[in-house]
């Protein structure tokens, strides 16, 4: 089979999880942006989205949808989901906490201007005193170097995507969570990912009006 290809707009959203999680494996992918409301309504109308929506991708034959169900695939497929039924379900429980924070940080963009503080502070707010601590205790209780298993999973690579996202936010957000800074410098250093992080990689830029816009004239 060929290189995945993702089909999304240039902009996060849901799919720079899947990114991040195709590049921590090492796998090289094409992008498909879509840059219109025709772009969107040809997929749809050749029948390659199964709920009319995307994030969608072409992998392995298949034409997957539902951003929970591509992260599966990729995190089994590339064995970053855990080696076993339990730690699987600390995977699962651990990815379900960032992706609760990411998701509030994929729809700040969208806010109205003069919510935008609020909002901003609510993200802090979740961060340092729902999310982050979880984590800086796993770390600490288990006292390895990674959350699950002592091996890298995706939990470890999608706390690490919340984490700069949140910095973007706040740059000092880690300053109570020793432990999350030491897992940040040592995820961040592992080859493929330390490779997504630098520039001129598939990995996108925080969000900025332009592409916000874009991105919206698609569903009009
Ligand atoms: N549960 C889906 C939601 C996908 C979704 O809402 N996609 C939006 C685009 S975005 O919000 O991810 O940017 C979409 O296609 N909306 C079009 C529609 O719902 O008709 C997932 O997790 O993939």
């Given at each position: 089979?060929?290189?995945?290809?993702?089909?999304y707009f240039k902009t996060r959203g849901r799919m720079e999880t899947i990114r991040w999680l195709l590049a921590a494996a090492?796998?090289?992918?094409?992008?498909?942006?879509?840059?219109?409301?025709?772009?969107?309504?040809?997929?749809?109308?050749?029948?390659?989205?199964?709920?009319?929506?995307?994030?969608?991708?072409?992998?392995?034959?298949?034409?997957?949808?539902?951003?929970r169900a591509i992260l599966n695939y990729i995190a089994e497929k590339y064995n970053l989901g855990g080696k076993d039924i339990k730690q699987r379900a600390l995977i699962d429980m651990y990815c379900e906490g960032t992706m609760d924070l990411n998701e509030m940080i994929i729809h700040l963009p969208f806010k109205p201007a003069d919510q935008k503080e609020k909002e901003t502070a609510a993200i802090i707010e979740k961060a340092t005193e729902r999310y982050f601590p979880v984590y800086e205790k796993v770390l600490k209780d288990h006292g390895q170097d990674f959350l699950v298993g002592n091996q890298l999973s995706r939990a470890d690579i999608q706390l690490l995507e919340a984490i700069l996202a949140t910095e973007e936010l706040k740059a000092d957000v880690l300053s109570k969570f020793p432990l999350l800074k030491a897992l940040k410098t040592r995820i961040s250093n592992i080859p493929n990912i330390k490779t997504f992080l630098q520039p001129g990689s598939p990995r996108k830029s925080p969000p900025d009006e332009k592409m916000i816009a874009e991105a919206m004239k698609a569903f009009q």
């Amino acid at each position: 089979a060929g290189k995945p290809k993702l089909h999304y707009f240039k902009t996060r959203g849901r799919m720079e999880t899947i990114r991040w999680l195709l590049a921590a494996a090492g796998v090289e992918f094409e992008e498909q942006y879509i840059q219109s409301k025709a772009d969107l309504e040809k997929l749809k109308k050749d029948g390659f989205l199964l709920f009319q929506q995307v994030p969608m991708v072409e992998i392995d034959g298949m034409k997957l949808v539902q951003t929970r169900a591509i992260l599966n695939y990729i995190a089994e497929k590339y064995n970053l989901g855990g080696k076993d039924i339990k730690q699987r379900a600390l995977i699962d429980m651990y990815c379900e906490g960032t992706m609760d924070l990411n998701e509030m940080i994929i729809h700040l963009p969208f806010k109205p201007a003069d919510q935008k503080e609020k909002e901003t502070a609510a993200i802090i707010e979740k961060a340092t005193e729902r999310y982050f601590p979880v984590y800086e205790k796993v770390l600490k209780d288990h006292g390895q170097d990674f959350l699950v298993g002592n091996q890298l999973s995706r939990a470890d690579i999608q706390l690490l995507e919340a984490i700069l996202a949140t910095e973007e936010l706040k740059a000092d957000v880690l300053s109570k969570f020793p432990l999350l800074k030491a897992l940040k410098t040592r995820i961040s250093n592992i080859p493929n990912i330390k490779t997504f992080l630098q520039p001129g990689s598939p990995r996108k830029s925080p969000p900025d009006e332009k592409m916000i816009a874009e991105a919206m004239k698609a569903f009009q």
